[in-house]
């Protein structure tokens, strides 16, 4: 799997610049960091890459997913997955089914489904919790199940949006090592926004710096 960001820039509706042209290729379990000031739109360009850019911009360039140009194909046909600074569970649904929303349609059947569920909570070491509201979890264990959902969708990329800034130092910590590895471990290429040296220490792949195009 490989994320290739061709010239890829974010402007406003009016013309104005906001940041890029980037190109930067991210490989398979590979996790790329993007920093700079607040306000530069490091978010706003992971929405160009997800396919979530509101009407307020314009983009250019490509956005390259193995292979396959999915720049102009909606969000839910790009199978890039998305974790916000904040884990959001569905507070109306356990916490089995809200791993069973993410769940890859093409997982049939519903013995095949649980079991499904069932291995995913027990590789977030929530094993036993899935009948659980998820107000009941702490904060870690609501971000374990968040990236767990995320993964359960076989997403072919993830960006992550300063995931791991809620979080107390020893928690960030923990959060951040079992994010990456598992990522690494399903060979899935990330793009992370995060403000923290730490995190890009800990990522270990490439480090953009975005600045204000034209600034």
């Known amino acids: 799997m490989s994320l290739h960001l061709q010239a890829l820039s ?3 509706a009016d013309g104005r610049p906001l940041i890029g042209p980037i190109s930067l290729e991210v490989g398979a379990g590979e996790v790329a960091t993007l920093t700079g000031p607040s306000g530069v739109g490091k ?3 992971l929405d160009a890459v997800g396919g979530h850019l509101g009407p307020a911009f314009r983009r250019g360039g490509r956005v390259i997913l193995d292979g396959r140009d999915v720049t102009d194909l909606p969000p839910e046909a790009r199978r890039i997955g998305l974790i ?3 884990a959001v569970l569905f507070p109306h649904l356990s916490v089995a089914d809200n791993l069973a929303f993410g769940l890859d349609p093409a997982v049939r059947g519903r013995a095949a489904r649980r079991a499904a569920i069932e291995a995913a909570l027990a590789r977030a070491g929530l094993r036993g919790m899935g009948g659980r509201d998820p107000a009941t979890l702490s904060g870690g264990q609501r971000a374990r199940a968040a990236l767990m959902r995320a993964l359960l969708a076989r997403p072919r990329a993830i960006l992550l949006d300063e995931p791991f800034a809620s979080l107390d130092a020893a928690l960030r910590a923990e959060i951040r090592a079992f994010t990456l590895a598992h990522l690494r471990a399903e060979g899935i290429p990330a793009l992370l926004v995060t403000h923290d040296t730490e995190d890009a220490a800990a990522a270990g792949g490439p480090v953009l710096t975005l ?3 034209g600034g």
């Open 84 to 86: 916000f600074q904040e």
């Open 10 to 12: 974010v402007a406003f």
């Open 211 to 213: 600045a204000q195009a």
């Open 43 to 45: 978010s706003t360009l």
